[in-house]
C-alpha cells in the first residue's frame, strides 16, 4: 500500500501496468489536493509526476517475490469536511497486482483506467449527468459501481446522474471502482474468468460542489465550439512525436477565466488566449510527447471555467498511441521479412543472405568442398559442384560418386575383358586377338 499521511485530500485515483521485467508494475496516481497543500501542488505541477520524501510504497498483502498477486494503494488523511456523511477522516485508494497471462493475449491483464477530475460543479438545483471516460486496453467489457457495495451504476460506460438540491453551496465524495470483465471465458494464471467475473479494478474519488446562483440556468454553462477536437474522437500519435491540439471555448454573457487540462503525465498547456477573430471565444493549446512506455491509449480531457465560477462539460477524447513501424522504410533486403519492433526492427533473411538488413550474401563454398577436383560455384543459398570430365554427375552435391566405370557402357568384343581406366574403357583380347574395339551395350 502507498501510505502518505495527507492533508486536504481532495480524491484521486491509483493505476498500473505491468513492464518488460518480470513481476514489475509501473504504477500511476492521480491526487486532487487543496490549492498549494498535499504534495505542494500548483498550477505547474498539474499532470506532472510529483516525487516527494513524504510518501512511501509499501504492499500491504500477498507480497511474496513468488506469486503473482499483491495488494496496494493509497492511505489519506483530512479529507475535506463534507454536507453529507462525515468527512476530514481517513480514505484510501486501492488496487490489486496480478500478473498472471492473459490466455487470449498472451500478456499480463491492464487494469481499467478512468481519467475524471477532483472536483465536478452542479449548480444548485441542477441535474447533471457526470460521465467518467474510462478505457481498457485489452479491450474487456467495463462496468462501474459503487466503492461500498457491489452494485453497478453503468454497464458500458459510467455515468453518474446526480440532483444538486439536498444543500446549497453543499460538499460531497463520490467513491466509484472501474472494473473489468472478459468479454468470453478466459485463464489468466491458474485461475477462470467467465464474462460475469471481475478481472481487476481501479479506484475513483471525487467531489461534487453545489454552488448557487440564481442568475443563471442549468443550461448557461461554457460550451466548447470549433475547431476544437470534436467529443469522444481519437487522434493517433506516434511514441516520440509531439501532439498538439487546440480548444477553444465561450460562455454567454461573460468571459472564459480557465481551462483545466486533465491528461496523462507529462502533458502541458499554454496560457489561456482570446481570439484575435472572434468576440468572447478563448483558447489554449494542449501538448503532449509520448515516449514507448505510453504505447496504448491514454485519455485527455479538457473543462472551461467562466467568471461567474460554472464549468463546462468535459471535452475528453482519446490519444492512441503506437510505436514507429521501422518496417516502413523496407529495411529489410533480398526478400528478408521484417518484424517490427520497439524502436528497432529484425530482418528474417532468406536462405543464402545474413547481415542486420541481410544484405550479405552467404558463401556456401566456405562451409564445403568439392571431392575428386570438382570446382565449387557458389549459388543463393546453395553451393553447386562443376564436376571434371569423367566423373559423375552431382546434381547440386558433392561430388561424392567418384570416377565412372566406363565398363558400366561399353563390352569388349570376342570375349574380351573390359578394364576401366579413368575416362576409358580398355579391352583386355583373348588369345589371338587384339585391338580395342568394342560394342556400346546401351
Known amino acids: 500500500m502507498l501510505i502518505c499521511k495527507a492533508s486536504h485530500f481532495r480524491g484521486g485515483t491509483i493505476t498500473w ?26 498550477e505547474t505541477l498539474v499532470n506532472q509526476y510529483v516525487n516527494t520524501s513524504s510518501s512511501s510504497w509499501r504492499c500491504t498483502s500477498g507480497c511474496s517475490s513468488q506469486i503473482n498477486i499483491a495488494n496496494y494503494g493509497y492511505s489519506s488523511s483530512a ?68 466503492a461500498n457495495s457491489s452494485s453497478e451504476c453503468a454497464s458500458s460506460n459510467c ?108 502533458v502541458t498547456r499554454s496560457t489561456l488566449q482570446l481570439d484575435p477573430s472572434r468576440n468572447g471565444v478563448y483558447y489554449i493549446n494542449v501538448s503532449w510527447l509520448p515516449t514507448v512506455n505510453d504505447i496504448g491509449s491514454a485519455t485527455l480531457c479538457v473543462e472551461a471555467t467562466d467568471a461567474l465560477g460554472i464549468n463546462s462539460d468535459l471535452h475528453c477524447l482519446t490519444l492512441d498511441v503506437t510505436d514507429i513501424n521501422e518496417c516502413d522504410s523496407n529495411p529489410c533486403m533480398n526478400g528478408a521479412t521484417c518484424s517490427d519492433l520497439f524502436n528497432e526492427y529484425l530482418c528474417e533473411c532468406a536462405d543464402g543472405y545474413t547481415g542486420t538488413n541481410c544484405q550479405i550474401d552467404i558463401n556456401e563454398c566456405d562451409f564445403q568442398d568439392c571431392l575428386n577436383g570438382g570446382t565449387c560455384i557458389d549459388t543463393v543459398g546453395v553451393a553447386v559442384c562443376d564436376c571434371k570430365p569423367d566423373i559423375n554427375e552431382c546434381d547440386f552435391q558433392d561430388c561424392l560418386n567418384g570416377d565412372i566405370n566406363e565398363c558400366d557402357f561399353q563390352d569388349c568384343l570376342n570375349g574380351g575383358t573390359c578394364i576401366d581406366t579413368v575416362g576409358v574403357a580398355v579391352c583386355d583380347c583373348k588369345l589371338g586377338f587384339t585391338g580395342t574395339v568394342y560394342k556400346a551395350n546401351r
Not at 481499467?112 to 467518467?132: D, R, V
Not at 491458474?190 to 443563471?216: E, G
Open 17 to 42: 501496468k505491468p513492464t518488460d521485467n518480470l513481476y514489475e508494475a509501473e504504477f500511476t496516481y492521480r491526487l486532487g489536493w487543496r490549492y498549494s497543500a498535499g504534495h505542494g501542488c500548483s
Open 79 to 146: 479529507w475535506i469536511s463534507l454536507d453529507y456523511q462525515s468527512g476530514g477522516g481517513s480514505w484510501s485508494l486501492q488496487t490489486t497486482v496480478e500478473f498472471g497471462m492473459r490466455s487470449d493475449t498472451r500478456l499480463p491483464n491492464h487494469i481499467p483506467t478512468s481519467t475524471g477530475k477532483p472536483t465536478y460543479t452542479i449548480l444548485y438545483g441542477c441535474t447533471e449527468t457526470i460521465t467518467i471516460p474510462v478505457l481498457d486496453d485489452d479491450n474487456d467489457n467495463t462496468r462501474c459501481r459503487w
Open 159 to 266: 455515468s453518474l446522474t446526480i440532483r444538486a438540491n439536498h444543500t446549497a453551496g453543499g460538499t460531497y465524495a463520490v467513491a466509484i471502482m472501474v472494473e473489468d470483465y472478459p468479454k468470453t471465458t478466459i485463464t489468466i494464471g491458474n485461475r477462470t474468468y467467465t464474462p460475469n467475473d471481475v478481472i481487476s479494478a481501479s479506484p475513483y474519488q471525487f467531489l461534487v460542489v453545489t454552488p448557487n446562483d440564481s442568475s443563471r440556468t442549468c443550461n448557461e454553462k461554457p460550451k466548447f465550439v470549433t475547431p476544437t477536437p470534436v467529443q469522444s474522437s481519437t487522434v493517433s500519435v506516434v511514441a516520440g512525436n509531439m501532439v498538439t491540439l487546440s480548444y477553444y471555448a465561450t460562455s454567454t454573457g461573460t468571459t472564459i477565466v480557465s481551462m483545466l487540462v486533465i491528461g496523462p503525465p507529462g
